[in-house]
């Protein structure tokens, strides 16, 4: 084998056609000189004094938090406190809240729209969720009930805070606690006003306030009426977004402490009325009020989401990693001077060859240990903590610049089709299907799965071939649906104008319907496709 090198990753031209919508998960900050000067002057003299100050009044909401539910047992906390314990310590405790964000530089909370009562509206959904500072929302909506993890009440002040919110408590250990959690919601949400509101961030997780992530359906599993409220930081430079790549938990609080004064709007819409379906599909009643709210911020609704610890987005019914790890491992190959054009992988068609970290590093000729673990842990390992050597022929050819979609789609099939016992040909069956998804898109395997019936419900066949009528595997790479322009322009955003069970298969609908749904959401993951493909072209996508 030889050492590629530089020249080897040539650039790929940029495709014709309008941009892709924004990465929610990414969030860059771009300082000028001059703001670098004043963030450097101000974060020197007034960041430490705001931030020692707030950390202060966080303390002192401690007594506060532990007085009101000092004293009472298990049983009392399950029913709302009254008495002078809510008048002494909730009033405490909004009003410490509301100096501390004061102290960070929120000098002024703008609220327009007006706040439904409990009756109206049990549940309130917050959004865009991009920052730890969300919690000011609190504030003006009267500090509701919140839903938290359990692991939070061991942290300190946060713990107690918590206790005094007798906030919903889900744990992530406890296979019980995800239905425990919805039972909870569902008799406070249908108290008929006697528990306070509950606020849901129904995103579950932050983003960059350039689209709205997939709602989660807890918020709407009591199909009552929801009431959203936005989110807005209005200032000429965002310094609150906390994204999964940007500035991390220090630096954004230190260049919002730093900014002489930030600003947060906060917008009530009118209360949300489910109908008899959404109040019975709480999937369907997220995805549309996602997209009430989203038109109300002239934001896309997309159904990007986190699954383990990887951002995805869905195309039909297939979840597909906005920036697969397949780069992360072109990545670790380009560093250790590796062509993989020129790698030969050796792997059988149609047979699986197990191979231990020795050989692999041996077959690929690289002889740096942390090379050899950063590549080898890219593939899924059996209990023996061998690979199929299969997986590495394919990804490696996926990084290859120099092979053309067409023949990557075969070798695709070629690797992972088995013979058809009682027919001509060979069939991609469920397994391999997920494999080579997996591994080019990171698709999670149960979502692959689901494609994978769906492809095949037309045909008493139980895989795919590589023929041109349906159920075929050309169609993933092939696109079916359109240009590569006109794909492009749906992976993400979703617009006003589709179907609001848009992502939502019905269970009732036409055979031809789903295989025609099928093919579209093939189309949309072969642009997927070829952008893991092109990495090994040098070419890096940071919005998808």
Request: charged share 20%; net charge neutral.
């Amino acid at each position: 084998m030889s050492q590629g090198s530089p020249g080897d990753w040539a650039p790929l031209d940029p495709a014709p056609g309008p941009p892709p919508p924004p990465n929610p998960f990414v969030h860059e900050l771009h300082l000028s000189r001059l703001q670098r000067v004043k963030f450097c002057l101000l974060g020197a003299l007034l960041a430490p004094i705001r931030v020692l100050l707030a950390f202060l009044v966080l303390f002192l909401l401690w007594p506060f938090a532990w007085l009101q539910v000092a004293g009472l047992s298990e049983e009392q906390l399950q029913e709302p406190i009254t008495g002078w314990r809510k008048t002494v310590c909730h009033s405490g405790v909004l009003g410490l809240s509301r100096l501390l964000f004061f102290l960070l530089g929120f000098l002024r909370i703008r609220v327009r729209g007006h706040r439904a009562s409990c009756l109206e509206a049990p549940v309130l959904v917050a959004a865009p969720h991009s920052t730890f500072f969300d919690p000011i929302v609190l504030l003006p909506c009267d500090l509701p009930k919140v839903v938290s993890r359990a692991e939070n009440l061991s942290v300190p002040v946060i713990g107690a805070l918590l206790r005094f919110n007798q906030a919903i408590l889900v744990s992530r250990h406890d296979p019980a606690s995800r239905r425990k959690v919805v039972e909870e919601v569902r008799r406070r949400a249908t108290s008929k006003g006697k528990w306070p509101q509950v606020l849901f961030f129904p995103e579950g997780t932050c983003s960059n306030k350039k689209a709205l992530l997939k709602f989660k359906p807890g918020a709407f599993i009591a199909g009552v009426p929801v009431q959203p409220v936005l989110i807005r930081y209005p200032n000429s430079l965002d310094t609150t977004s906390w994204a999964w790549r940007g500035p991390g938990v220090l630096k954004v609080l230190w260049l919002t402490a730093s900014q002489p004064c930030s600003l947060v709007d906060v917008e009530f819409l009118p209360v949300y009325q489910p109908s008899p379906e959404e109040s019975n599909n709480p999937t369907l009643y997220a995805n549309n009020v996602q997209r009430v709210m989203a038109q109300a911020l002239g934001i896309p609704a997309t159904e990007c989401e986190f699954v383990g610890n990887l951002p995805v987005t869905v195309v039909g019914q297939l979840k597909v990693a906005l920036e697969p790890q397949l780069w992360e491992l072109g990545k670790v190959l380009r560093k250790a001077g590796l062509s993989p054009g020129c790698v030969d992988a050796g792997a059988e068609p149609g047979r699986s060859r197990m191979v231990s970290k020795e050989e692999f590093a041996k077959q690929l000729q690289l002889s740096d240990p942390h090379t050899v673990s950063g590549a080898f842990d890219y593939f899924q390992q059996d209990s023996s903590g061998s690979v199929d050597f299969r997986d590495v022929a394919l990804a490696l050819a996926a990084l290859d610049g120099g092979r053309s979609l067409e023949e990557l789609t075969r070798l695709a099939f070629e690797l992972f089709a088995e013979e058809e016992p009682e027919g001509p040909g060979r069939l991609l069956y469920k397994e391999g299907f997920g494999t080579i998804l997996h591994l080019l898109l990171g698709s999670p395997r149960p979502s692959t799965a689901t494609l994978h019936a769906e492809l095949c419900q037309s045909t008493s066949t139980q895989g795919l071939s590589l023929c041109e009528s349906p159920p075929s595997f050309k169609p993933v790479f092939k696109g079916t649906v359109g240009s590569e322009e006109e794909l492009e322009k749906r992976n993400i955003g979703r617009t006003d104008t589709e179907d609001q069970n848009t992502g939502v298969l019905e269970k009732e609908v036409e055979s031809g319907q789903k295989v025609r749904e099928s093919d579209e959401a093939w189309g949309r993951a072969e642009i997927l496709f070829q952008k893991s493909k092109n990495y090994g072209q040098r070419t890096r996508i940071e919005n998808i």
